[in-house]
C-alpha cells in the first residue's frame, strides 16, 4: 500500500510541475504577444512627424491614446499595415494626452481618437477618418494615397473660402439674418 501513495505523490508532483510550467509559458507568451504590437512601441517605431512631412513620401498620421480601446483594438492590424507598406508610407503617431503634440490637434481639428489624417506626398493633409476601422478599409485607403488616387473611405480635406462681411448692413431685427429692411 506504501508502494501506491508513493507512486501518487510522484504523479501529483509531476503535474503540479507540469501546471506551474505550462503556466508560467502561458503568462509570458501573452507578455510577448501585447508588447508587439503595443500603441507605444509602435510610437516609439513611428515616422517623427518633421520628417515624415518633408520627405516626399505619403503619411498615415494617427492620433490616439493609450487608454483607447478602440485604439488599442486596432494595434496589431495597423502593426500589420505598417510592415507591409513600410518602403511606401510614412506612419506617425501622436498621443492626444502629451501637449507638445497640441498644435497638430488643433490644425487637424481632432475631436475623437483614433483620429487618421492622411496626408499626400507633398506634405497636405487631404482626407480623415475617425473612430475604428477595418483593416480592409484602411489597406484601400492606404493604396489609394500612394497611388494619388481619391481616398475611398475617408472623408476629404480641402481648402474652403474666408467668410466675407455681409454686403448688407445688420438689421435690427435679430430674425432678419443680416437682410436690409426696407422701409
Given at each position: 500500500m506504501s508502494e501506491v501513495?508513493?507512486?501518487?505523490?510522484?504523479?501529483?508532483?509531476v503535474i503540479a510541475f507540469a501546471a506551474i510550467a505550462l503556466s508560467i509559458a502561458i503568462f509570458f507568451g501573452f507578455q510577448t504577444q501585447n508588447v508587439s504590437v503595443s500603441l507605444e512601441?509602435?510610437?516609439q517605431a513611428a515616422t517623427p512627424i518633421e520628417v515624415a512631412l518633408t520627405n516626399g513620401k505619403p503619411t498615415l498620421t494617427e492620433f490616439y491614446?493609450?487608454?483607447c480601446?478602440?485604439?488599442?483594438?486596432?494595434?496589431?492590424?495597423?502593426a500589420q499595415l505598417k510592415q507591409k507598406y513600410a518602403d511606401?508610407?510614412?506612419?506617425?503617431?501622436?498621443?492626444?494626452?502629451?501637449?507638445?503634440?497640441?498644435?497638430?490637434?488643433l490644425r487637424y481639428r481632432v475631436?475623437?481618437?483614433?483620429?487618421?489624417?492622411?496626408?499626400?506626398h507633398e506634405g497636405k493633409a487631404i482626407a480623415q477618418t475617425i473612430g475604428e476601422q477595418p483593416?480592409?478599409?484602411?489597406?484601400?485607403?492606404l493604396n489609394a494615397l500612394i497611388d494619388r488616387q481619391t481616398l475611398p473611405y475617408a472623408y476629404s480635406t480641402g481648402q474652403t473660402s474666408d467668410l466675407k462681411e455681409?454686403?448688407?448692413a445688420p438689421s435690427s431685427d435679430p430674425r432678419s439674418h443680416g437682410a436690409q429692411v426696407q422701409s
Open positions: 501513495v508513493s507512486i501518487n505523490r510522484i504523479r501529483n508532483v512601441s509602435q510610437a491614446a493609450n487608454w480601446t478602440s485604439c488599442q483594438a486596432m494595434a496589431p492590424e495597423l511606401s508610407l510614412n506612419f506617425v503617431m501622436l498621443n492626444v494626452d502629451n501637449n507638445k503634440w497640441l498644435p497638430e490637434i475631436d475623437g481618437i483614433p483620429h487618421f489624417v492622411f496626408i499626400n483593416a480592409s478599409v484602411m489597406e484601400a485607403n455681409p454686403l448688407n
